[in-house]
T-cell receptor
Framework: GENVEQHPSTLSVQEGDSAVIKCTYS??????FPWYKQELGKRPQLIID?????GEKKDQRIAVTLNKTAKHFSLHITETQPEDSAVYFC???????????????FGKGTKLSVKP | DADVTQTPRNRITKTGKRIMLECSQT?????MYWYRQDPGLGLRLIYY???????NKGEISDGYSVSRQAQAKFSLSLESAIPNQTALYFC????????????FGDGTRLSIL
C-alpha cells in the first residue's frame, strides 16, 4: 500500500523568509496530492492540491511542486507571516475515475513556526 | 454554512466503558470518514463509508466499530475503551467524485483513564 514520508517534522523560520516542506510517496499509481493546514486546536483545512498531470501549482504565496519520476512533492510558502504558523500535512491518493480508488494517506505532519 | 459537526467535542471516560462519537453533516456528501490523530503520527483512517449501505475498514479499525444511520450521520463506537485509544478523532466528508477534497469536523478529544 501507499506510504507517505514527510520532512522536516518541525521547521522554524523568520517572518518574511520562505519555508519548504517535502513529502515522498511509494505508490507510483498515486495521482492526487493535497496539502492541509491545521492551526492549533482547529480542524485540518485544505490549502492547495495538485494532480499528477501538472508539475506545479500556485496560489498567492503558496505553491506545490510535483516530481513524478522521483515520487516526491513539496509545499513552498513565500514571505511567511506569523499566521502561517501551524501543522501542515501532505497526503497522497490514487484516483481512478469511474473505478476503484485508494484512500488518502497522510504524512506525519510538519510543525511550522514563523517568528516575528 | 454547510458543515461537518462532531459531538461531543471533549470526553473523559474510564477503561472498559462503551463510547460513541457522533458526526453529522449538512454538505450533502455521500462519503464519510473517521480518522484518529496522535501527536507525531498524522491522521490515520479508522473506517469509511461511501453510502448508507457501504462500510469499509481503514488502516486501524481494530477496537472500533461504526454505524451509518443516514446519509448525513456516521457514528464511531469504542465498545470497550482502553487508554491507548486516547486521541483526537476527526470525522470528514467528501463528494462523490474521487478528485473532491475532504472536509473535516472540529474533532473530538477523547481521554480514557
Amino acid at each position: 500500500g501507499e506510504n507517505v514520508e514527510q520532512h522536516p517534522s518541525t521547521l522554524s523560520v523568520q517572518e518574511g523568509d520562505s519555508a519548504v516542506i517535502k513529502c515522498t510517496y511509494s505508490d507510483s499509481a498515486s495521482n492526487y496530492f493535497p496539502w492541509y493546514k491545521q492551526e492549533l486546536g482547529k480542524r485540518p483545512q485544505l490549502i492547495i492540491d495538485i494532480r499528477s498531470n501538472v508539475g506545479e501549482k500556485k496560489d498567492q504565496r503558496i505553491a506545490v511542486t510535483l516530481n513524478k519520476t522521483a515520487k516526491h512533492f513539496s509545499l513552498h510558502i513565500t514571505e511567511t507571516q506569523p499566521e502561517d504558523s501551524a501543522v501542515y500535512f501532505c497526503a497522497a491518493k490514487r484516483m481512478n475515475y469511474g473505478g476503484s480508488q485508494g484512500n488518502l494517506i497522510f504524512g506525519k505532519g510538519t510543525k511550522l513556526s514563523v517568528k516575528p | 454554512d454547510a458543515d461537518v459537526t462532531q459531538t461531543p467535542r471533549n470526553r473523559i471516560t474510564k477503561t472498559g466503558k462503551r463510547i460513541m462519537l457522533e458526526c453529522s453533516q449538512t454538505k450533502g456528501h455521500d462519503r464519510m470518514y473517521w480518522y484518529r490523530q496522535d501527536p507525531g503520527l498524522g491522521l490515520r483512517l479508522i473506517y469509511y463509508s461511501f453510502d448508507v449501505k457501504d462500510i469499509n475498514k481503514g488502516e486501524i479499525s481494530d477496537g472500533y466499530s461504526v454505524s451509518r444511520q443516514a446519509q448525513a450521520k456516521f457514528s464511531l463506537s469504542l465498545e470497550s475503551a482502553i487508554p491507548n485509544q486516547t486521541a483526537l478523532y476527526f470525522c470528514a466528508t467528501s463528494g462523490d467524485y474521487s478528485n473532491q477534497p475532504q472536509h473535516f469536523g472540529d474533532g473530538t478529544r477523547l481521554s480514557i483513564l
